[in-house]
């Protein structure tokens, strides 16, 4: 039984350190929109120390489709890959990203988080590539 137990927690620490490798750009911190606009170059750092740059173009027109909610806006907008929703399935959980999304993508959004597929995903990599980040997430 010590055995298992120490197998177990073994296999889970090497699983924990895996995530914080795999999910290393994330950022240490994420600007409101608003924010972003007024950086005379637009940035983050993520938790490996490095400095993204954010292309303005995206920024105005994520502005365009927030509307009002542009200053609740965080960015980068963080889009979880999580296996056990089925492959090539994501999900933003930020109602104010899931909202924005929907509008970006012309789908109805229920309120909660918004579950998006992987030509979704493609669609939404193509035209917010800096101002959004796929995270990993295990089951």
Known sequence: MNNDYYYEDLVSRVLREELVLVNKHIPYKRYSLCDLLAMS?????SRDGNTYLVDPRE????KQIAG???CKLYIPIIIEYKPSLGEGTYVIRDPVASRIISKFLDVEYSGSELIIYRSQLNSIRNRLRTTTTIVFTPS
Not at 41 to 45: A, F, L, T
Not at 59 to 62: E, F, P, V
């Open 68 to 70: 009002e909610d542009a």
């Open 41 to 45: 170059i637009p940035h983050y750092v």
């Open 59 to 62: 920024l105005d027109l994520l």
